[in-house]
């Protein structure tokens, strides 16, 4: 992400605005919130939402950073084709963000332990045909 701004304190029903690097400003409200560090935030996206969910659990022996981005909606097929590249690559950076934060705030992932899942591999498609 270019940025990520919240217009007020975080917390469910937070809202926001944010921008994917090279994509447009795009508004975004909190949608869930677990324990420790595990939020979601929702974005409207012409005719889909975008629900992006960030969680990091501790386990042994390594805590597992997990960032997962599905669409939704009736054009899910179209903005998903539209939308699959530039997604992945700002997911996959946000995952790293995610990473860094954790390990240098909290000091529960190092790097030789953390493991990272995504939605679905980087060549495949946001959504099924």
Known sequence: MEYFVLDGPFGLGATGRSRAVG?????????RLGPGWVYADTTELDGVR???LHEAVDGE?????????????????VRGAELAPGLQLA???DLASLVALLES?????????SRSSLPVPIETPLYDD
């Open 91 to 93: 997911l996959e950076r």
């Open 61 to 77: 022996p390594s805590t597992v950073v997990t960032l997962t981005g599905p669409l939704d909606g009736d054009r899910e097929a």
């Open 50 to 52: 975008l629900t992006v």
């Open 105 to 113: 705030e909290r000091s529960i992932v190092s790097a030789g332990q």
């Open 23 to 31: 994509g447009d400003e795009t508004r975004f409200t909190v949608t």
